[in-house]
Nanobody, 120 residues
């Protein structure tokens, strides 16, 4: 089984930056299709950014130009660099992984527990 553990969330002021990490065990990031999702209270979970096995990326409209998804094969870790954060970015952020290319669809088989991001 693939296990995912997120970290790096926190509280920042508008305009600030955070880098989220997702440590992967049970398989390697090079074999996985991976993504970051977020969910605010009362709102459906939405895809933010996805990366495929080759490193090709996909972003939601709200994330493009501000967020960058990347992975480090040596560290077996997925990252999400978030810049110019705004209050509407406040949510629980989840890492997801699958052996099929899901891009920003919510059907990933493996999920982490989430890390909270709060922007004031």
């Amino acid at each position: 089984d693939v296990q995912l553990v997120e970290s790096g969330g926190g509280s920042v002021h508008a305009g600030g930056s955070l880098r989220l990490s997702c440590a992967v065990s049970g398989d390697t990031v090079s074999r996985l299709y991976m993504a970051w999702f977020r969910q605010a209270p009362g709102i459906e979970r939405e895809g933010v950014a996805a990366i495929d096995r080759t490193g090709s990326t996909t972003y939601s409209y709200s994330a493009q130009a501000r967020f960058t998804i990347s992975k480090d094969n040596a560290e077996n870790t997925l990252y999400l660099e978030m810049n110019n954060l705004q209050p509407e970015d406040t949510a629980m952020y989840y890492c997801a992984a699958d052996f099929y290319n899901m891009q920003l669809a919510r059907h990933y088989s493996n999920w982490g527990q989430g890390t909270q991001v709060t922007v004031s």
